[in-house]
């Protein structure tokens, strides 16, 4: 997919390395397309490291999508320098009155908090009200699903006795998705975090669909059953060495963490991480884009 974004984004440099296609806005401008507009909302820390690892998801289709990077302004990031934040970034504010063809809001480290005990809680609502009219289709990641779950459907988070960390084994119970077109009936993703959401009470909330669960990580997918809304409670988006980096920093910290399981060789934290995920989460992007976002959003976004 040529994706279209600042020349300067430290991601362009990185996915050009990797053979990518990023289109600069010089061509963008003279392809007679409208291209799919996609809003991020990244609410991980380190902002870099995430917008390049989903950048890299949305970039395996034929479609054209211009990207626009979305922090909160009521906390501001301690962990990405502030000149990148505003040469990059946008605020509600300054979008509030447009419309979008999708939006991915991510995950971010904060799940041992209540959710009225996040600092930006308040703001990350009106952003999910805005959604609802202003976003033909809202992907949610990890806690980004589990606070989308919480406020539009009423389903709580639990704490689980230790972190889940690892790549599991998944299940698709819903073959005819379109999400889930051209996956292998079992498939890997990492997940890491700290707290769930109860397949039952996914299954008893109205309005929602299971699509995909583990036997040990619990749910992965959930959708609405208009298709607006999608709930991914694992980290489909994972670079290789993420979940071992994120092992050492809490080791370092002196945190009591479980290795990340099915991940290294052997269980070994010492031994290079062995890569199952990278083809089932480039789908999983794939086809949100194409079959929920491409082939259904209105040509003209005002009729959102």
Not at 137 to 152: E, P
Not at 207 to 226: F, H, N, P, R, W
Not at 256 to 274: E, K, L, N
Request: hydrophobic letters at 35%; a negative charge.
């Amino acid at each position: 997919m040529p994706i279209k974004i600042p020349d300067s984004l430290p991601a362009a440099s990185v996915l050009e390395g990797e053979n990518i296609f990023v289109m600069t806005k010089y061509r963008a401008m003279h392809q007679d397309i409208r291209p799919l507009s996609v809003l991020i909302l990244n609410l991980m820390p380190t902002k870099i490291v995430t917008e390049t690892q989903i950048l890299r998801k949305l970039s395996n289709t034929p479609l054209q999508i211009e990207v626009e990077l979305l922090r909160t302004a009521s906390y501001d990031s301690q962990h990405t320098d502030s000149c990148h934040l505003e040469t990059f970034y946008t605020t509600f504010n300054q979008v509030r009155g447009r419309r979008f063809d999708g939006m991915i809001i991510t995950g971010a480290p904060v799940e041992n908090l209540e959710f009225n005990q996040v600092d930006y809680w308040p703001e990350l609502c009106e952003i999910m009200t805005w959604s609802r009219t202003h976003v033909h289709s809202t992907l949610h990641i990890c806690w980004g699903a589990q606070a989308g779950l919480y406020f539009h459907h009423g389903v709580k988070k639990y704490t689980l006795p230790q972190k889940l960390s690892g790549v599991y084994e998944h299940r698709v119970l819903k073959p005819s998705s379109p999400l889930f077109r051209g996956f292998d009936d079992v498939f890997q993703a990492p997940h890491s975090r700290y707290t769930e959401v109860l397949e039952g009470d996914v299954r008893r909330t109205p309005g929602l669909e299971l699509l995909s669960t583990s036997s040990e990580a619990g749910i992965y997918a959930v959708k609405t059953q208009d298709s607006r809304q999608f709930f991914i409670l694992g980290h489909p988006e994972y670079d290789p060495d993420t979940l071992s980096r994120e092992y050492w920093r809490d080791v370092e910290k002196g945190l009591d963490v479980p290795v990340p399981a099915h991940y290294f060789p052997g269980d070994d934290p010492t031994r290079i991480p062995i890569v199952r995920w990278r083809s089932a989460a480039q789908l999983l992007y794939t086809n949100w884009l194409n079959y929920y976002v491409y082939q259904t959003t209105p040509y003209d976004l005002s009729r959102i």
